[in-house]
């Protein structure tokens, strides 16, 4: 079954507001330019409405949440990355110039998940509970506040080892750094629970809540991972540069434990994202 027309179009219009978004708004940060600046956070506001409207239409027309194939997987982490930066920009103006990133990124995950297979995927009786929403849930809100703290580690490096005057605008890095501590923070506590949930789907699904799978074990070695990193932060003083290329290095296995050991198992974890 092809995928809902109505979903496929307003994507694509999402992916073009998107681009101009992160044009404009990296233009006016660059540039000092405050009004592309804002013209770039309204296009950002006007994408999202679009991308929310494209969502709603595949969840009807599929039957289930955006969490079944790369390209609906993509887009709802995507939306979710938006959503939270947005949120958290409004609680926290100071963490307004990372947009630089984050924006790009959101319109590359939509972007790539556009050239995947659009075609509609039934999600099978056995798989379909409230656990398993919230299990994907909590993933992609815990993905979205590591990519806020990977922005703020990569921002600290540049503005550390660079001097480019637009830098001016960005938090100094003793703030940096501390946003990045607090949203790794975030982020691990998030991605316990959608263990956790996940756990509990399985025992409803299969009838145990472990089952050593390979999406499994990488997820909680990411989760250790990122857990180390906090420990170290906590009792071993370690911040700045080095906490931020470690930290970099943590977000990196987190993508291949999300996006790429599923596309090379053979596990259940696997079989609904090809």
């Not at 929310?52 to 990355?81: C, D, Q, T």
């Not at 806020?148 to 938090?171: E, M, V």
């Not at 316990?192 to 472990?210: D, K, N, P, V």
């Not at 296995?253 to 596990?267: A, E, G, K, N, R």
Request: hydrophobic content about 55%.
């Amino acid at each position: 079954m092809m995928g809902f027309p109505a979903d496929i179009i307003l994507h694509w219009l999402a992916v073009f507001i998107y681009a101009f978004a992160s044009l404009a708004n990296s233009w006016g940060i660059i540039f000092s330019k405050a009004k592309v600046e804002k013209a770039g956070l309204i296009l950002v506001w006007a994408g999202l409405l679009v991308h929310s409207g494209a969502l709603v239409f595949r969840w009807i027309a599929a039957g289930h949440g955006p969490y079944i194939s790369k390209y609906e997987v993509l887009s709802s982490n995507a939306w979710v990355m938006l959503v939270f930066f947005l949120l958290f920009a409004r609680t926290y103006p100071r963490i307004r110039q990372i947009s630089i990133i984050v924006f790009p990124a959101a319109f590359l995950l939509i972007a790539i998940g556009m050239f995947m297979d659009t075609s509609i995927q039934s999600l099978p009786p056995t798989l379909n509970s409230l656990w398993l929403i919230l299990h994907v849930a909590f993933y992609k809100i815990s993905l979205a506040t590591l990519l806020t703290s990977l922005a703020f580690s990569l921002l600290y490096i540049l503005k550390n080892r660079t001097s480019y005057p637009w830098l001016d605008k960005i938090p100094d890095n003793p703030v940096n750094d501390a946003f990045a501590y607090r949203f790794a923070g975030f982020g691990f506590i998030f991605w316990a629970i959608a263990m956790l949930s996940g756990s509990i789907w399985a025992y409803q699904s299969w009838g145990r809540f472990w089952g050593w799978d390979a999406i499994e074990i990488w997820s909680l070695g990411t989760w250790i991972i990122f857990g180390l990193y906090l420990h170290m932060r906590k009792f071993f003083d370690l911040k700045g540069e080095r906490a931020a290329y470690f930290f970099i290095l943590c977000f990196v296995i987190s993508l291949l434990c999300i996006f790429i050991i599923p596309l090379v198992d053979t596990s259940v974890h696997s079989s609904y994202f090809r």
